[in-house]
């Protein structure tokens, strides 16, 4: 019994155990790690060598639907095991031997950071090869901005054609993709707009259809667009024409009918606002016996816009209430002869049409009426002439000559000289 007690109490025994232990512990331990394990890694990016630069130099690129990711499974010892991370295993696809479009099956290279290469068995990979789809690089440089405006402006204001800047945009990717694109759209929403407004908005691309291209394969030249808004004030004008009274008529002897009656104008609106009529030009109601039709150039002030594009307006001016008549009168006489000179008339008679109430018409005779020849503009002229004529109605203010085409043939002499000893009007 001493004997065992001495045993267990001496040191030598428990420093046997312990070595003995650690013997068994570090061939457990180095058995444990030498034995093998999976690693499983999914979603390595593929990093393609050339397809930024070289690519790229030769208008060659790689569309983005065909950059696949990488899954391996891989057998390490354990001891490596956790140094096999998607940050530290690496797949590349050398891309610089590539020099026309098409679809290329190529062999992916599989590197490690914090391992050798040599320690790793890859069991198993998806996909087997990359399958790369090679593009023309292409560029639309003039892609049209198309507007899609969702708003309102204040009564009494127009909203004119938006402005925007740039008008077209560069759009660069893929052919397949960059030659489905038809125009840019972008989307403005502002209400009740009563002045100029301008912002910024983003855009998208649309095919022919009006479907959206979106891709992150396509770049473009700006991000946004700007746009200018041109709001401005909208006013009804009526149109007029100023009556020159005539031939018996006066404005209250007339309707006056014009085609359009108004135009819708734009401009400034304190401006505009003092704008109620623009005058066509002027109808002499002499000239017509009962009805005109004229058309007139319809002459916008500055600084305004005709929003209606009507350019001509065409105005019918109708007598109403009076009569007309013919008369003949040989009641010929001249002015303005020169001194010197005897106008003798060649036109013994001339039919006048003149205009005005009926009962008025009735009580006018030839007598009633006087031609009168302006001979100024024939000056010392010897020989027969047609001069213009004055036409005089005596008596009847209500009534009027229509017409000017009253010419009257004149025969102008000189006067012969007196004879000596002859007896001089009044003297003594």
Known sequence: MKTIDKILQSKTLYAVIAVIASIFLWAYVANYENTTQEVLLTGLEVDYIGGEDILLDRDLLVTDQDMQSVTLTLLVKRSIATKLRNDSVHISVDLRDIRSTGVYEKVYLIEYDEVNEDDVIVTRKYPEYMTVNIDRLSTAPSVEIRGDFNGSTKEGFMKENIIYSPETIEVTGPETLVSRVAYAEVRIERENLDKTVT?????????????????????????????????????????????????????????????????????????????????????????????????????????????????????????????????????????????????????????????????????????????????????????????????????????????????????????????PGEETEGAP
Not at 355 to 363: H, M, S, T
């Open 199 to 419: 912002g910024k908005v983003p855009f998208v691309l649309k095919d022919q259809d009006g479907e959206t291209i979106d891709s992150a394969e396509l770049t473009t030249n700006v991000s946004e667009i700007e746009y200018t808004i041109p709001v401005t004030f909208t006013k009804e004008v009526g149109l007029t024409v100023k009556l020159i009274p005539g031939g018996g008529a006066t404005a209250d002897n007339v309707t006056v009918e014009i085609n359009p009656a108004t135009i819708s104008l734009s401009g400034d609106q304190a401006e505009l606002s003092t704008i109620n009529q623009i005058q066509l030009g002027t109808i002499d109601l002499s000239t017509f016996a009962q009805s005109c039709t004229e058309n007139f150039t319809i002459l916008i002030p500055n600084g305004f816009h005709n929003e209606s594009g009507d350019v001509t307006a065409t105005v019918t001016v109708t007598v109403k209430g009076l009569a007309t008549k013919r008369v003949v009168t040989t009641n010929i006489s001249f002015i303005n002869v020169s001194e010197g000179y005897i106008p003798t008339a060649i036109t013994q008679y001339k039919e006048v049409v003149i205009r005005g109430p009926a009962e008025i018409l009735d009580l006018i005779e030839g007598g009633n009426i006087r031609i009168i020849g302006d001979l100024t503009d024939i000056g010392s002229a010897v020989g027969r002439f047609s001069v213009p004529t004055t036409v005089v109605i005596d008596g009847y203010a209500d009534a009027g000559v229509i017409g000017d085409a009253y010419n009257v043939v004149v025969s102008l002499e000189e006067a012969p000289p007196e004879e």
